[in-house]
């Protein structure tokens, strides 16, 4: 017999299910109700740890999906910067040739009195380019510069590549009639192109140290190369155009070239996500710093690394002190000798300095000796293993 019959839906002894389309679900155990637990926003937690509270969905992605530095383009961008920030010292220094022998030389000027200042001339810029240098890296040891670190490297840029420009106009133009005001001006325009580099150093390595150590070691390798780069450039002007000052004039625009790149590719970086993944993280470990006003322990740092501190004092003043003062004062003896007079200081003095340093910085990643970390470290770890096991017992 046909019929027709009701579903029904079963429900357990158990476990009751309360539906109503105007209210939240609740499940019920028998009787009792089971309350729900509250949503992260509810738990009072930092919003760093909430479900990306006040995160942006780039930010989100970036911590969800970490990104690699491909191509190794960040890598490459500090190492440009590495070169700029070395770029105005070498490019003064290694172009002694060119104020010696040309704008403070007896035949351009017709003074012989003017080879005083022409022999001056790689003392006075070293010491012109080293002091405010010197300087604003020891003041921002411990004071450190205010404003933000685009205004600090923007800035610094902008004033390297503004001297760079009086630079070639002044090679442009004839100085002939006032040797000894041009003597000055160029000791002026170095001591204001350090000056803004020494900020633009500091800014550079402080951007290195929100990515990984071997975007600083980029750095460092950049500063190397650009010794050699400059050197090379040097003789390949020489090379091409005999004239000094032809030569000269395409020499700094190839270093106003330079800065401009680093100025390029500075405003690129945060369009690169392996950056931003790192400014990021480096920005959330600020802000747990903020409110901390406890200064570093200087003299402790100092005595902890003192060894490696004179090490570093010890090997920068000799070299410094030979390097390029004495050095590209030698004068080629024997007439048979290979390199040509004209570029024996470019090359025996300039290109071989800065090769083997370069040699030298790439080898010391890869040649270590006394183990990785030293005789010191050792020492300290043999104290901490002795220290652990006597609280065991």
């Given at each position: 017999m046909a019929g027709t019959y009701k579903k029904q839906e079963f429900l357990g002894a158990e476990?009751?299910?309360?539906?109503?389309?105007?209210?939240?679900?609740?499940?019920?155990?028998?009787?009792?109700?089971?309350?729900?637990?509250?949503?992260?926003?509810?738990?009072?937690?930092?919003?760093?740890?909430?479900?990306?509270?006040?995160?942006?969905?780039?930010?989100?992605?970036?911590?969800?999906?970490?990104?690699?530095?491909?191509?190794?383009?960040?890598?490459?961008?500090?190492?440009?910067?590495?070169?700029?920030?070395?770029?105005?010292?070498?490019?003064?220094?290694?172009?002694?040739?060119?104020?010696?022998?040309?704008?403070?030389?007896?035949?351009?000027?017709?003074?012989?009195?003017?080879?005083?200042?022409?022999?001056?001339?790689v003392g006075s810029v070293c010491f012109a380019a080293q002091i405010p240098n010197l300087i604003f890296n020891w003041v921002n040891v411990f004071i450190p510069f205010s404003g933000s670190m685009t205004t600090r490297i923007v800035w610094g840029l902008t004033i390297q590549a503004v001297i760079f420009v009086f630079t070639v106009v002044m090679a442009m133009a004839d100085t002939s009639g006032f040797p000894i005001p041009f003597f000055w001006m160029t000791m002026a325009s170095v001591v204001i192109l350090n000056t803004a580099n020494g900020i633009y150093q500091n800014s550079v390595f402080g951007l290195g140290a929100k990515l990984p150590g071997k975007y600083t070691g980029a750095i460092v390798l950049g500063t190397?190369?650009?010794?050699?780069?400059?050197?090379?450039?040097?003789?390949?002007?020489?090379?091409?155009?005999?004239?000094?000052?032809?030569?000269?004039?395409?020499?700094?625009?190839?270093?106003?070239?330079?800065?401009?790149?680093?100025?390029?590719?500075?405003?690129?970086?945060?369009?690169?996500?392996f950056y931003r993944y790192h400014e990021l993280l480096a920005n959330k470990e600020k802000t747990k710093n903020v409110g901390r006003k406890d200064r570093p322990p200087y003299l402790k740092i100092i005595r902890e690394c003192s060894v490696q501190l004179f090490n570093i004092f010890f090997v920068f003043f000799v070299t410094l002190a030979l390097f390029p003062a004495v050095q590209s004062g030698i004068r080629k003896s024997d007439p048979e000798?290979?390199?040509?007079?004209?570029?024996?200081?470019?090359?025996?003095?300039?290109?071989?300095?800065?090769?083997?340093?370069?040699?030298?910085?790439?080898?010391?990643?890869?040649?270590?000796?006394?183990?990785?970390?030293?005789?010191?470290?050792?020492?300290?770890?043999?104290r901490e293993r002795e220290s652990k096991r006597d609280k065991r017992e």
């Amino acid at each position: 017999m046909a019929g027709t019959y009701k579903k029904q839906e079963f429900l357990g002894a158990e476990e009751h299910l309360l539906k109503d389309s105007n209210a939240p679900r609740i499940v019920a155990k028998g009787s009792e109700p089971v309350r729900l637990s509250p949503g992260w926003e509810g738990t009072g937690r930092p919003d760093d740890e909430l479900n990306f509270k006040g995160v942006t969905m780039d930010q989100a992605d970036l911590e969800l999906n970490p990104p690699r530095d491909r191509l190794n383009i960040v890598y490459f961008i500090m190492l440009l910067h590495g070169i700029g920030a070395l770029m105005p010292w070498n490019m003064f220094i290694t172009a002694e040739g060119y104020f010696q022998k040309y704008k403070l030389s007896p035949n351009y000027t017709g003074d012989p009195n003017i080879t005083y200042y022409g022999n001056m001339y790689v003392g006075s810029v070293c010491f012109a380019a080293q002091i405010p240098n010197l300087i604003f890296n020891w003041v921002n040891v411990f004071i450190p510069f205010s404003g933000s670190m685009t205004t600090r490297i923007v800035w610094g840029l902008t004033i390297q590549a503004v001297i760079f420009v009086f630079t070639v106009v002044m090679a442009m133009a004839d100085t002939s009639g006032f040797p000894i005001p041009f003597f000055w001006m160029t000791m002026a325009s170095v001591v204001i192109l350090n000056t803004a580099n020494g900020i633009y150093q500091n800014s550079v390595f402080g951007l290195g140290a929100k990515l990984p150590g071997k975007y600083t070691g980029a750095i460092v390798l950049g500063t190397n190369i650009s010794g050699t780069l400059t050197a090379v450039i040097n003789i390949l002007t020489r090379v091409m155009t005999p004239n000094l000052r032809t030569a000269a004039i395409y020499y700094f625009i190839t270093a106003l070239f330079i800065i401009l790149a680093c100025f390029d590719t500075y405003f690129a970086l945060p369009i690169n996500r392996f950056y931003r993944y790192h400014e990021l993280l480096a920005n959330k470990e600020k802000t747990k710093n903020v409110g901390r006003k406890d200064r570093p322990p200087y003299l402790k740092i100092i005595r902890e690394c003192s060894v490696q501190l004179f090490n570093i004092f010890f090997v920068f003043f000799v070299t410094l002190a030979l390097f390029p003062a004495v050095q590209s004062g030698i004068r080629k003896s024997d007439p048979e000798f290979i390199v040509h007079k004209d570029l024996y200081s470019s090359i025996m003095c300039f290109l071989t300095f800065n090769v083997t340093a370069m040699l030298g910085s790439l080898l010391a990643p890869i040649l270590k000796f006394g183990g990785r970390e030293g005789k010191g470290g050792a020492r300290r770890n043999h104290r901490e293993r002795e220290s652990k096991r006597d609280k065991r017992e």
